[in-house]
């Protein structure tokens, strides 16, 4: 029965907290904050108010299921402590449930995500408000690591992506003007060798350029840092 904004401040103090305790040595990079973004969903009570709100999966027949909530967290990569969430139905795509976190984003951040987070939207915009982005590379992009000059080393390129021709629902046509018609991008491959982890390949693309100051080595730790988290 407490009001909600005074938990969210509560959450807020306690993530700040915990990242002065746990220190930055884990969760930054080059002196930069990394924080983390990830979606999971949670069941409802089945009442008629959570039923209008938060649909249940559209497979299930009316009745035999229960009302699904989609949740979007922004975490720190240095203490795991929530910064900042959102609820929303389960027909909310995961990036524009991402857009209305970049509100909390500040400059000099940078995000860590799976692949559902490494569109072509997100690492145009989110570097023209001085953020980064690391994530997995869509399964539906398949660059061949032979045939690209831009080499930094074995298994690290820059490659040349064009705006994709087909505008998304979630963006007004003055957001999509905005939107650069290409961008730069690095993509990493690497072997993972890791208990527990079934992925043995490893493929991150990332807006993070510079091989000197962003080694290989430290973004896929990183990632591998938010996949345990």
């Known amino acids: 029965r407490l009001p909600v904004q005074r ?5 807020q103090h306690a993530a700040t907290t915990a990242d002065q305790r746990a220190g930055s040595a884990l969760g930054s990079l080059a ?43 922004l ?7 929530v910064l900042h969430v959102i609820q929303e139905s389960l027909h909310w795509h995961d990036v524009r449930l991402f ?34 982005l690391l994530c997995r590379l869509n399964a539906g992009r398949r660059p ?20 994709t021709p087909v505008r ?3 963006l007004t046509r003055r957001q999509w003007k905005c939107v650069p018609a290409q961008i730069t991008v690095r993509i990493l491959r690497r072997k993972v060798q890791q208990r527990g982890f079934r992925t043995r390949e490893l493929t991150l693309v990332t807006t993070l350029l510079d091989p000197v100051k962003y ?15």
Not at 65 to 70: A, L, N, Q, S, T
Not at 150 to 156: I, L, P, S, T, V
């Open 99 to 132: 857009r209305r976190l970049w509100d909390f984003l500040r400059p000099n951040d940078i995000v860590v995500g799976d692949r559902a987070f490494g569109d072509y939207v997100s690492l145009a915009s989110l570097p023209q408000r001085a953020v980064d």
């Open 31 to 73: 002196g930069r904050p990394v924080k983390a973004v990830d979606v999971t969903s949670v069941q409802l009570p089945d009442t008629q108010e959570n039923q209008s709100r938060f649909p249940q999966p559209s497979n299930q027949k009316r009745g035999c299921g229960f009302p699904v909530m989609k949740i979007i967290a």
């Open 144 to 163: 061949d690591f032979r045939r690209y000059q831009q080499r930094h080393a074995k298994g690290d390129i820059l490659v040349l992506w064009d705006k």
């Open 75 to 81: 975490f720190s990569l240095t203490s795991g402590a």
């Open 7 to 11: 938990l969210e401040k509560a959450l």
């Open 168 to 170: 998304p629902k979630y």
């Open 215 to 229: 080694p290989a080595d430290a973004l896929f730790a990183l990632y591998l840092r938010r996949w345990r988290l």
